[in-house]
């Protein structure tokens, strides 16, 4: 007569313990899915997806594309900006005319005084 559970066996001190394999289980199961190369598989997609998504940046990059956030003031708006911080208004007020934080008017300062 046929076991239920084939891949369970009473041990020494009568707690059933479970085995599994690919002949319980009637699998066939490629090399790489043994029990000890399991984590090695995802690394290796892992790297598979940074070498194409580095690959991709090198392309982009290439073309022109721009990578990170865009700019919240345009050129212009920049120039304005420390045109009327020159004349003496203050930082929060132009930044509140812009709709920006008040850091990024700072941030226009420093950028134009290091150049």
């Known amino acids: 007569m046929r076991q239920r559970w084939p891949f369970l066996h009473a041990s020494a001190k009568g707690r059933f313990v479970a085995t599994v394999s690919a002949r319980a289980l009637n699998v066939e199961m490629p090399d790489w899915m043994s029990l ?24 982009a990059k290439a073309r ?12 212009h708006q920049g120039q304005e900006a420390l045109a009327r911080l020159q004349t003496g208004e203050t930082q ?3 930044a509140r005319s812009y709709n920006v934080d008040p850091t990024t008017i700072g941030r226009l300062q420093s950028l134009t005084a290091s150049a």
């Open 36 to 59: 000890g190369h399991q984590g090695m598989r995802p690394e290796f997609e892992r790297e598979l997806i940074r070498a194409r998504t580095g690959d991709g940046r090198k392309r």
């Open 64 to 75: 022109g594309v721009r990578f990170g956030r865009p700019p919240k003031l345009t050129p």
């Open 92 to 94: 929060t007020d132009v």
